[in-house]
């Protein structure tokens, strides 16, 4: 499986984001989908993940009301609209593929190279 993420950059504190992952090599829409973020000398942190019908979701609590992840197996992609931007939210987010429907990241087998979000207050 290949993953490639799009959509992070420089915003201000309160604006939105929309980050895209571009899966490849492997039947989409039976794979769970997370996202993950690294922020500078931290542990990489879950963020979100949505099951392989999209029926379910799961966020971290300090994303919850602010982050929407969603999916689109037509189009081989999962998203992660991000809203009420933080100072806090910068990191480098990372998109994840996986079997098991988890907030783990040693469950997920496939990762990709990462997109920067930084947010200025």
């Known amino acids: 499986v290949q993953l490639v993420e799009s959509g992070g950059g420089l915003v201000q504190a309160g604006g939105s984001l929309r980050l895209s992952c571009a899966a490849s090599?492997?039947?989409?829409?039976?794979?769970?989908m997370g996202w993950f973020r690294q922020a500078p000398g931290k542990e990489r942190e879950f963020v979100a993940t949505?099951?392989?019908?999209?029926?379910?979701?799961y966020y971290a609590d300090s994303v919850k009301g602010r982050f929407t992840i969603s999916r689109d197996n037509a189009k081989n992609t999962v998203y992660l609209q991000i809203d009420s931007l933080k100072p806090e939210d910068t990191a480098v987010y990372y998109c994840?593929?996986?079997?098991?429907?988890?907030?783990?990241?040693?469950?997920?087998?496939?990762w990709g190279q990462g997109t920067q979000v930084t947010v200025s207050s």
């Open positions: 949505i099951s392989w019908s999209g029926s379910r979701t």
């Open positions: 090599g492997r039947t989409f829409s039976r794979t769970v």
């Open positions: 994840a593929a996986s079997t098991r429907y988890s907030n783990v990241p040693r469950d997920y087998d496939y």
